[in-house]
T-cell receptor, first 115, second 115 residues
Framework: AQSVTQPDIHITVSEGASLELRCNYS??????LFWYVQSPGQGLQLLLK??????LVQGIKGFEAEFKRSQSSFNLRKPSVHWSDAAEYFC?????????????FGRGTQLTVWP | DAGVIQSPRHEVTEMGQEVTLRCKPI?????LFWYRQTMMRGLELLIY????????DSGMPEDRFSAKMPNASFSTLKIQPSEPRDSAVYFC?????????????FGPGTRLTVT
């Protein structure tokens, strides 16, 4: 069965610092990969997604993620964090062979940004 | 497009009462997902539909929970009778699943408080 691990429950960074949020998945083949962000009191919003091709994908709000097949990882990065990036971040995978659209989510990483 | 619409946004009810949560997916989407989010358990998939047919309801906590999708533009999640432990934020999401891995779009959620 698919599983998604986000090893960091909570990360704190200073504004302007770089950020990397980790995500590892367990799956028999390369799945489709997603990062979502949830601001307080809101639903989840897609940041970026990987289907195929270039393993470095760009998303909204200056985020990027890199797919590494050898490490089964899809880590999210941002070179300079803004206070408005404080939110919870979810990594998700989808079975490449599925036509149902089901996503498997990690437990999330809560990001706190210090001014 | 208006996005996924959920109603009500907030619901406060007493234990033992029936609660009905509503969702209107994005037009053209053929998969619909109900999630529950709590601090303790994180984001949980309760049930999902594809082409109005329930595919997997293994996440429904118990028989007090039921969900329907009578047509492509409407779904309900019902809790009867409600209990304080049902207090959570309930999200509806939809996607245009077709084997090409479209992302899920989330509604703003319904915050349910059972007293």
């Amino acid at each position: 069965a698919q599983s998604v691990t986000q090893p960091d429950i909570h990360i704190t960074v200073s504004e302007g610092a770089s950020l990397e949020l980790r995500c590892n998945y367990s799956y028999g083949a390369t799945p489709y990969l997603f990062w979502y962000v949830q601001s307080p009191g809101q639903g989840l919003q897609l940041l970026l997604k990987y289907f195929s091709g270039d393993t470095l994908v760009q998303g909204i709000k200056g985020f990027e993620a890199e797919f590494k097949r050898s490490q089964s990882s899809f880590n999210l990065r941002k070179p300079s964090v803004h206070w408005s990036d404080a939110a919870e971040y979810f990594c998700a995978v989808e079975d490449r062979g599925s036509t149902l659209g089901r996503l498997y989510f990690g437990r999330g990483t809560q990001l706190t940004v210090w001014p | 497009d208006a996005g996924v619409i959920q109603s009500p946004r907030h619901e406060v009810t007493e234990m033992g009462q029936e609660v009905t949560l509503r969702c209107k997916p994005i037009s053209g989407h053929n998969s619909l997902f109900w999630y529950r989010q709590t601090m303790m358990r994180g984001l949980e998939l309760l049930i999902y539909f594809n082409n109005n047919v329930p595919i997997d309801d293994s996440g429904m906590p118990e028989d007090r929970f039921s969900a329907k999708m009578p047509n492509a533009s409407f779904s309900t999640l019902k809790i009867q009778p409600s209990e304080p432990r049902d207090s959570a934020v309930y999200f509806c999401a939809s996607s245009r699943s077709s084997g090409v891995a479209y992302e899920q779009y989330f509604g703003p959620g319904t915050r349910l408080t059972v007293t």
